[in-house]
């Protein structure tokens, strides 16, 4: 048995309504995906092979022997093809592809055809998607449950079955292995190839307070830390029994997002004062701490690392400009109401944005109101677009791991359609139209040339504020072994020594 604690407690258990990455981290145990992708970004095929027509827009895919549900049942094309229904309306990657698609048809018990209008790999890429929110494949009863309903069921076909006997939300998940489960006969590799599981059983335990977490760890309570405090690393350095580690695929972004819809930033120039005031290196510094080699500042949108960086905006979005800021508000016409600024506390990568933040924007001539409450409570009020008086919001901080970052038709962040937008609810028609014609492209150097344009025109307009990158580091049991370099933490391929 894997004793593990992971960034954030489970309270609920719909993989496709909710961005919260402790939602994909279960999502990955229960269920299966399509396709996946390896250590190199490569689209392999998971629970599915595909074919392409010579005119490059109908793909077949047909699934792969032995799927079943983990009530015995089989996996069917009716499943898949449901789940990437309820999938395509809540994911933006989902929606662009949705946005092409002519005709999606069931063909018989294992295949199905997905046609486009035009030629595109836009289905590989959404059907591969590691993160965010991945297309994970539900019985179709349970992909059949309206997009605003939680579903109730955690039937799935994936190498572990969830105990729901076990479960106390926001305190304990229980995961035992699923025997009937039949890996891919590859090796595995990334998120791709066989998912072989080779513990009986992984218990997620939520312990709020770090420094117990710690001393659980120290004294073999718990056998994983999936994010240990930057602060208290000097505990665990040079311990024999105990391994750190950095997974460079679930590196951090910070942003800050801004509500369009409410006054002041509905104001254009009063997001730009934002911007101005809001600064890298000192959120940077109380994440990680000051000089450390797990933090960097980032102007890019897409991440510093990815096809589309870009340094556009690095005068305005890296270092704190609080006269700047204070000139535009007065040109503005601010008129000193306070914003409400939520900050998350439970989180340990959260807590700090908030104290930052407030202190930034007030040097820059902001009144601020920051208000504390843990993270599922951010997650629940920053669905309100009412005003801050009945239960609204005016700027909210968060992480984004950079694979969901990097891509411009899949990253949240800069979507800007207006009601389909991502909280904040931003609209740039300007931005939708260049990622529709990103979706279309097959040239890679005109995709990195549109990336690049949406990167100046989520500056421009304020779509999203990045804030920096770090690295959290995983801290386990040297019994532990076969952790794969991926973009989630996946326990399949690990072992524990007795």
Same mark, same amino acid.
């Given at each position: 048995?894997?004793?593990?604690?992971?960034?954030?407690?489970?309270?609920?258990?719909?993989?496709?309504?909710?961005?919260?990455?402790?939602?994909?981290?279960?999502?990955?145990?229960?269920?299966?995906?399509?396709?996946?992708?390896?250590?190199?970004?490569?689209?392999?095929?998971?629970?599915?092979?595909?074919?392409?027509?010579?005119?490059?827009?109908?793909?077949?895919?047909?699934?792969?022997?032995?799927? @079943?549900?983990?009530?015995?049942?089989?996996?069917?094309?009716?499943?898949?093809?449901?789940?990437?229904?309820?999938?395509? @309306?809540?994911?933006?990657?989902?929606?662009?592809?949705?946005?092409?698609?002519?005709?999606?048809?069931?063909?018989?018990?294992?295949?199905?055809?997905?046609?486009?209008?035009?030629?595109?790999?836009?289905?590989?890429?959404?059907?591969?998607?590691?993160?965010?929110?991945?297309?994970?494949?539900?019985?179709?009863?349970?992909?059949?449950?309206? $997009?605003?309903?939680?579903?109730?069921?955690?039937?799935?076909?994936?190498?572990?079955?969830?105990?729901?006997?076990?479960?106390?939300?926001?305190?304990?998940?229980?995961?035992?292995?699923?025997?009937?489960?039949?890996?891919?006969?590859?090796?595995?590799?990334?998120?791709?190839?066989?998912?072989?599981?080779?513990?009986?059983?992984?218990?997620?335990?939520?312990?709020?307070?770090?420094?117990?977490?710690?001393?659980?760890?120290?004294?073999?309570?718990?056998?994983?830390?999936?994010?240990?405090?930057?602060?208290?690393?000097?505990?665990?350095?040079?311990?024999?029994?105990?391994?750190?580690?950095?997974?460079?695929?679930?590196?951090?972004?910070?942003?800050?997002?801004?509500?369009?819809?409410?006054?002041?930033?509905?104001?254009?120039?009063?997001?730009?004062?934002?911007?101005?005031? $809001?600064?890298?290196?000192?959120?940077?510094?109380?994440?990680?701490?000051?000089?450390?080699?797990?933090?960097?500042?980032?102007?890019?949108?897409?991440?510093?690392?990815? $096809?589309?960086?870009?340094?556009?905006?690095?005068?305005? =979005?890296?270092?704190?400009?609080?006269?700047?800021?204070? @000139?535009?508000?007065?040109?503005?016409?601010?008129?000193?109401?306070?914003?409400? $600024?939520?900050?998350?506390?439970?989180?340990?990568?959260?807590?700090?944005?908030?104290?930052?933040?407030?202190?930034?924007?007030?040097?820059?001539?902001?009144?601020?109101?920051?208000?504390?409450?843990?993270?599922?409570?951010?997650?629940?009020?920053?669905?309100?677009?009412?005003?801050?008086?009945?239960?609204?919001?005016?700027?909210?901080?968060?992480?984004?791991?950079?694979?969901?970052?990097?891509?411009?038709?899949?990253?949240?962040?800069?979507?800007?359609?207006?009601? =389909?937008?991502?909280?904040?609810?931003?609209?740039?028609?300007?931005?939708?139209?260049?990622?529709?014609?990103?979706?279309?492209?097959?040239?890679?150097?005109?995709?990195?040339?549109?990336?690049?344009?949406?990167?100046?025109?989520?500056?421009?307009?304020?779509?999203?504020?990045?804030?920096?990158?770090?690295?959290?580091?995983?801290?386990?049991?040297?019994?532990?072994?076969?952790?794969?370099?991926?973009?989630?933490?996946?326990?399949?391929?690990?072992?524990?020594?007795?």
């Amino acid at each position: 048995m894997v004793t593990a604690v992971m960034h954030a407690p489970l309270r609920a258990l719909d993989p496709v309504i909710s961005t919260a990455y402790i939602l994909r981290n279960y999502g990955y145990m229960v269920y299966d995906t399509l396709l996946a992708r390896d250590v190199d970004g490569a689209v392999r095929p998971q629970m599915a092979e595909w074919t392409v027509s010579d005119d490059g827009k109908t793909y077949t895919f047909t699934l792969r022997d032995n799927l @079943k549900w983990h009530d015995g049942t089989p996996v069917t094309a009716e499943d898949a093809v449901a789940s990437i229904g309820r999938w395509s @309306k809540a994911d933006k990657l989902g929606q662009v592809m949705a946005s092409l698609l002519t005709e999606t048809k069931v063909v018989d018990a294992k295949s199905f055809t997905m046609t486009f209008s035009d030629p595109s790999e836009v289905v590989l890429t959404a059907l591969s998607k590691p993160s965010g929110v991945p297309p994970f494949i539900l019985p179709k009863a349970v992909a059949e449950t309206p $997009l605003g309903q939680p579903i109730a069921s955690t039937i799935g076909s994936g190498p572990f079955r969830f105990v729901a006997a076990e479960y106390k939300p926001g305190v304990q998940a229980v995961f035992e292995k699923n025997a009937d489960y039949v890996p891919r006969a590859e090796p595995p590799n990334g998120l791709a190839g066989g998912k072989t599981v080779k513990v009986d059983k992984v218990v997620w335990t939520t312990m709020p307070d770090s420094m117990t977490a710690v001393n659980a760890l120290l004294s073999g309570e718990i056998d994983f830390l999936e994010q240990m405090p930057h602060d208290l690393l000097p505990l665990v350095e040079g311990n024999p029994d105990l391994e750190m580690a950095v997974y460079k695929k679930q590196g951090n972004q910070n942003l800050a997002r801004l509500n369009f819809v409410q006054p002041p930033f509905d104001n254009p120039k009063i997001r730009k004062a934002a911007l101005l005031a $809001l600064g890298q290196q000192p959120l940077l510094d109380a994440q990680v701490g000051a000089g450390s080699s797990y933090g960097q500042t980032c102007p890019a949108v897409f991440g510093c690392g990815s $096809l589309y960086a870009s340094d556009y905006g690095a005068d305005e =979005s890296v270092t704190p400009q609080p006269e700047a800021a204070k @000139k535009l508000l007065a040109e503005a016409g601010y008129d000193g109401k306070p914003i409400l $600024l939520m900050h998350a506390t439970d989180l340990l990568n959260l807590a700090p944005m908030g104290p930052v933040f407030a202190q930034q924007l007030r040097d820059a001539g902001f009144k601020v109101e920051m208000v504390s409450m843990d993270w599922a409570s951010v997650v629940a009020r920053r669905t309100s677009r009412a005003p801050v008086a009945q239960g609204g919001w005016n700027v909210f901080s968060t992480t984004n791991v950079l694979p969901d970052v990097g891509d411009p038709l899949g990253f949240i962040g800069v979507a800007a359609g207006g009601d =389909s937008a991502w909280f904040g609810w931003p609209s740039v028609p300007e931005i939708e139209a260049a990622r529709a014609r990103l979706a279309r492209t097959g040239d890679a150097e005109e995709a990195k040339a549109i990336g690049r344009e949406i990167h100046k025109l989520t500056i421009d307009n304020v779509v999203m504020i990045p804030m920096g990158e770090f690295y959290n580091v995983t801290v386990k049991s040297k019994k532990l072994g076969g952790q794969l370099d991926a973009e989630a933490p996946v326990f399949w391929n690990i072992t524990k020594a007795e």
